[in-house]
């Protein structure tokens, strides 16, 4: 894997905690006096005794009280890599935007990719797609091809961040395709989040589909995890 690979995923990463911090958490509106609770220093008024009201017809399309109503089903989003081997969906929530294109000026030449952010979850999956080291071609599953790349990632990963941590790693096929899951913990500028890395490379392109949460969203962050696993589908190499 070519250092390019770092610079991109360095720069959509610094990307990614920005938008991380997008939401901030909005202060509660003061609550209304209680109906019959007297404000400090307020005379309490006398309340007139209401007359009993009579139920009301309930309005059309609005659900009454006591009975389900079937959720909408989510809206969802195709994305797509290596010319379309490599698929899967999101939540149509998550805001797409293309990362900077790669230059030869600073070491990204041919370098690609998309930014999908979630404010409200602030969970964000980068989608980067580079050559491969010296244009090598590779077939849709070469076990060899993805440990290296793997192990290359993960070096790299490591001079971004010193506290990278791989936490779990396994290989999964989709349609033939083969991909290499990495999970990790890490600390980016003073920023903890948990990472899932899917690694697949096709021809002379290497593939790399990055998913980032905040630390403290580690149930959120599997849920999305598994959503975008199942819907490739991918399932264990054998």
């Given at each position: 894997m070519s250092f390019r690979t770092a610079k991109t995923t360095a720069a959509a990463l610094s990307l990614a905690l920005g938008a991380l911090g997008l939401q901030a958490a909005h202060a509660a509106d003061p609550a209304a006096a209680a109906p019959g609770v007297a404000t400090p220093g307020t005379a309490k008024p006398e309340t007139a005794k209401p007359e009993a009201a009579k139920p009301a017809a309930p309005a059309p399309g609005v659900a009454t009280p006591g009975v389900a109503t079937p959720a909408a089903p989510a809206q969802l989003q195709q994305v797509s890599a290596l010319g379309g081997k490599l698929n899967f969906k999101l939540p149509q929530s998550f805001t797409a935007s293309d990362l900077p294109a790669g230059t030869a000026q600073n070491g990204t030449?041919?370098?690609?990719?998309?930014?999908?952010?979630?404010?409200?979850?602030?969970?964000v999956i980068v989608v980067s797609e580079t050559p491969t080291m010296s244009g090598v071609e590779t077939s849709d599953n070469d076990a060899a091809f993805l440990t290296g790349a793997a192990v290359g990632f993960?070096?790299?990963?490591?001079?971004?961040?010193?506290?990278?941590?791989?936490?779990?790693?396994?290989s999964l096929v989709s349609k033939g395709l083969g991909l290499r899951q990495i999970d990790a913990t890490s600390t980016m500028n003073g920023a903890p989040i948990v990472s899932t890395s899917l690694l697949a490379g096709s021809g002379p392109k290497l593939a790399v589909v990055q998913i980032v949460s905040r630390a403290d969203n580690a149930q959120g962050h599997q849920a999305l995890v598994r959503q975008v696993i199942e819907s490739m589908p991918a399932t264990p190499a054998p």
């Open positions: 030449a041919g370098a690609e990719g998309k930014l999908y952010v979630q404010q409200e979850s602030r969970q993960m070096e790299q990963q490591k001079q971004i961040s010193a506290d990278y941590k791989k936490t779990g790693e396994k």
